[in-house]
């Protein structure tokens, strides 16, 4: 089974500061991991997605996430918040053997501050 | 590319009808593809997988003789709110994975139904 927890379900940011949105997991097999971002009444767009390649991923609108496999981890940055960036955020993980079905998290809403 | 639409947007019903929402994958083809229910300020919960040509598969606690699927072609999956009561009142979001084998899900911009 696979789980995903992402810690705080809001952050808060002020514009230019840095943005961090947590997530772990559960897996016991190798994870694919996914960050998703949701504007309202959207559905989801892919930021970014590991799938055992390199461990620092870079994604689109300047988010990037490390996998840290230590720490079963998969924190998404972004060094300088945008009033663009305020939106809902899911982490999401599957695995090799069924990569289509993800499990995903609570998500966290991301406020910026003018 | 790997566009996913559902139609309608958003629609409104009486308690008892059924509605049908349309997910179609417009500039790929898509052996299969997820409905997903989100309640406000909520995850996503996955209700069903659909496989092209064959019958779809339910989580479990979904009843699968009142959320009906049919994934007819390589390009849509419908699915079928049977019955709809108010508490059938979600956001609800398919994605489709590519055919060509991908580890990524493409998802439509979703479809708001509300019973009342």
């Known amino acids: 089974a696979q789980s995903v927890t992402q810690l705080g379900s809001h952050v808060s940011v002020s514009e230019g500061a840095l943005v961090l949105l947590r997530c772990n997991y559960s897996s016991s097999v190798p994870p694919y991991l996914f960050w998703y971002v949701q504007y309202p009444n959207q559905g989801l767009q892919l930021l970014l997605k590991?799938?055992?390649?390199?461990?620092l991923v870079k994604g689109i609108n300047g988010f990037e996430a490390e996998f840290k496999k230590s720490e079963t981890s998969f924190h998404l940055t972004k060094p300088s918040a945008h009033m663009s960036d305020a939106a809902e955020y899911f982490c999401?993980?599957?695995?090799?053997?069924?990569?289509?079905?993800?499990?995903f998290g609570d998500g966290t809403t991301l406020t910026v501050k003018p | 590319g790997a566009v996913v639409s559902q139609h309608p947007s958003r629609v409104i019903c009486k308690s008892g009808t059924s509605v049908k929402i349309e997910c179609r994958s417009l500039?790929?083809?898509?052996?299969?593809m997820f409905w997903y229910r989100q309640f406000p300020k909520q995850s996503l919960m996955l209700m069903a997988t659909?496989?092209?040509?064959?019958?779809?598969?339910?989580e479990q606690g979904v009843e699968k003789d009142k959320f009906l699927i049919n994934h007819a072609s390589l390009t849509l999956s419908t699915l079928t709110v049977t019955s709809a009561h108010p508490e059938d009142s979600s956001f609800y979001i398919c994605?489709?994975?590519?055919?060509?084998?991908?580890?990524?899900?493409?998802f439509g911009p979703g479809t708001r139904l509300t019973v009342l």
């Open positions: 590991y799938t055992s390649a390199a461990t």
């Open positions: 500039d790929f083809q898509a052996t299969t």
């Open positions: 994605s489709a994975i590519n055919a060509g084998g991908s580890d990524t899900q493409y």
């Open positions: 999401a993980v599957s695995d090799l053997t069924n990569a289509g079905k993800s499990t």
């Open positions: 659909s496989n092209e040509g064959s019958k779809a598969t339910y």
